[in-house]
């Protein structure tokens, strides 16, 4: 079988290629998440984690990281989440805030591909006394036949 495709170097050109598309090699959309609500002060603590199966490849669609403190701390300190396969992180987000309703939120989309045994994981942590925290960490993907 051969596959047909326009140049990205010259789009009125055809490139014959005996290879499909990513999105054409058994694709399969899933996700990750964490989603905690009235979360007390921890130390880091992994949320979930993700390895590329062998012989896939993982296109990354979207992350989003919320945290939110929902009950004041006795005394504040940082709260984060983060979404990372090593330091630095894909991406972070912390805020230092005592206030209820205090805190952050970032989505990222089409952040890259990545190869089969990489791994990804999710980690959330408080170092308050005291006080809730709500925390979402997703990150939604499609692996594909490498």
Known sequence: MVFVARRRDRPSELQVSPRA????????MTYQYYHGTGVAPHSVVARWSYT???GKKAFIESLLIM??????A????????DIAA?????????????????????NQGY???????FAVSAITEDLSTGGTVDY??????????A
């Open 21 to 28: 598309e990513w999105y054409d090699r058994n694709p399969n």
């Open 52 to 54: 590329v199966p062998t």
């Open 67 to 72: 945290i939110q403190r929902t009950a004041v």
């Open 74 to 81: 006795t005394s504040a300190g940082r709260f984060r989440g």
């Open 86 to 106: 090593t330091y630095p992180a894909f991406m972070k987000v912390y805020n230092y805030g005592n206030v209820v309703g205090s805190g952050e939120s970032r």
């Open 111 to 117: 952040t890259g591909c990545l190869p089969s045994g």
């Open 136 to 145: 979402w960490l997703d990150m939604v993907f499609c692996e594909f036949d």
